[in-house]
């Protein structure tokens, strides 16, 4: 008996979605061994955030957060990241798809990476991740720094890394956005 395939049509898989989710993931994980800090409890990655403005760009939001989890479970299993992996990775990849897609910009992607991660992920790893699911207690400020620092090396790659890419023709930003013709030329 074959299976049915019709049970598999509507679900909105799209291949090439998948395909450079796992090409993203291998990225953020291949290279964390060789890019991550420890600073303080932190262990910082700028790689993380070099995924996620890709990611963000090139899938959106929910996939963005989606990668930044999957590679924060796999640098956890190896041993080269902490807890602080989840909120750090994950707000800023869903922040930096939501405003790439407000407006197509890829700079305002990575600003909302930066702004998440920089300051936002800080807070929730301070007064949530640390004390409850780590058992310790870390100061805001002690975090801010090495979150910040982090995120703004890699959202800078990220950019570069999706302008190169766009002027090789490896990828076109024109086919990501639901812009008019007219606003694409304009970009």
């Known amino acids: 008996m074959s299976p049915d395939k019709s049970n598999f049509q509507g679900i909105g898989t799209d291949t090439r979605k998948v395909a450079y989710s796992v090409v ?3 990225i953020g994980v291949a290279l964390a061994p060789y890019t991550s800090l420890p600073i303080g409890i ?3 990655n700028p790689t993380q955030h070099f995924v996620n403005v890709l990611s963000a760009v090139l899938l959106g939001p929910w996939w963005a957060m989606t990668i930044a989890g999957v590679i924060g479970v796999l640098r956890n299993v190896m041993g080269i990241g ?3 992996a989840f909120p750090g990775g994950m707000i800023g990849a869903l922040l930096a798809g939501f405003l790439y897609r407000r407006r197509w910009n890829i700079y305002e992607g990575a600003i909302g990476e930066v702004i998440c991660t920089g300051f936002i992920a800080p807070v929730v790893s301070a007064l949530f991740v640390a004390p409850v699911l780590m ?3 870390i100061p805001l400020f002690a975090l801010i720094p090495s979150f ?3 995120t703004v090396a890699g959202a800078i790659l990220g950019v570069l890394a999706i302008k190169l890419l766009n002027k090789a023709d490896i990828i076109d930003l024109n086919s ?3 812009l008019p013709e007219a606003e694409k030329r304009r970009k």
Do not use: F, M, P, Q
């Open 82 to 84: 902490t807890l602080l």
């Open 42 to 44: 932190a262990k910082v």
């Open 24 to 26: 993203l993931v291998a």
């Open 135 to 137: 058992g310790k207690a």
């Open 176 to 178: 990501y956005s639901d």
């Open 148 to 150: 910040l620092t982090s």
